[in-house]
């Protein structure tokens, strides 16, 4: 069974349709990329993941559970947003940290509040660990103290993906992991998620880096004008890529990074 299932996802912003019946799935410990021009859609689609927004049509189940189905009204409950959101992490382009805090609370305080609301057992000791387990992980055991203006951009994404991940999501998710950072930092925090795959974490990564999304994903979507165009393999959209419209853009992508080559 797919840990991951979205049907016919669409959504609209006034009169501008940005998702037109979107659908896929994942299994579990596969990373997919999304890859597509500005505007195609990939952050929206994201965020309809993440119900950050919420779709005008389509289903989105996790595990075989509906979480989302726009035809039924209870499914579609703000109350029940919150726990819908657990089963995805999302780190975000430019970072979201709060600046009050250490790395150590950025990473820790979404679940130290959860188990203080909703009584969850968790002791703050055993939260705390993990926080610390998860940014040795990340390389970053000697800047847990330290706060976000006292880290560079790469670090800062870093912290944030330990944060995303300690709240223990089914999916983890990536809007342009890498594009506010400078080309230099930009390959650490790419060893992070390459890393990640290699531990079969299940991720959807929406990435401009195409030698990465080839490198790391079990499946790569191709968007444009909010349609999924094609589909499938990194071999097959890359090496044999069937619709004029994934040439094109391929094609495209070369001609740039050679001229700045």
């Known amino acids: 069974m797919a840990i991951l299932d979205v049907q016919h996802i669409e959504k609209h912003f006034g009169d501008t349709s940005v998702l037109k019946d979107i659908s896929f799935s994942l299994e579990e410990g596969q990373a997919l990329s999304i890859i597509g021009s500005s505007g195609s859609g990939k ?14 049509q389509g289903v989105i189940s996790v595990r075989g559970k509906t979480l989302f189905d726009a035809a039924d009204p209870d499914t579609r409950r703000e109350a029940d947003i919150r726990k819908k959101r657990l089963h995805f992490g999302l780190v975000f382009q430019s970072f979201n940290l709060f600046p009050q805090y250490t790395a150590l609370e950025n990473v820790t305080l979404a679940r130290k509040l959860m188990a203080k609301t909703e009584k969850t057992g968790e002791s703050e000791d055993a939260i705390l660990a993990d926080g610390r387990a998860l940014l040795e992980k990340m390389g ?3 800047r847990m103290e330290n706060y976000p203006h006292q880290l560079s951009g790469g670090q800062q994404q870093r912290v944030a993906i330990a944060r995303a991940l300690a709240m223990k999501p089914d999916i983890l998710c990536f809007d342009e992991p890498t594009s506010a950072l400078d080309p230099e930092l930009t390959g650490e925090v790419l060893k992070v998620i390459r890393g990640l795959a290699q531990q079969h974490t299940t991720m959807i990564i929406v990435t401009h880096e195409m030698a990465f999304a080839r490198d790391v994903a079990d499946q790569v979507i191709f968007m444009d004008g909010g349609v999924i165009v094609e589909q499938g393999s990194p071999e097959q959209v890359f090496e044999n890529p069937q619709q004029e419209r994934t040439k094109e853009f391929l094609q495209s992508y070369r001609e740039t990074s050679s001229a700045q080559a």
Do not use: G, M, Q, S
């Open 43 to 56: 952050t929206t689609l994201l965020r309809c993941l993440n119900f950050l927004e919420t779709p005008d």
């Open 140 to 142: 970053l055991a000697d």
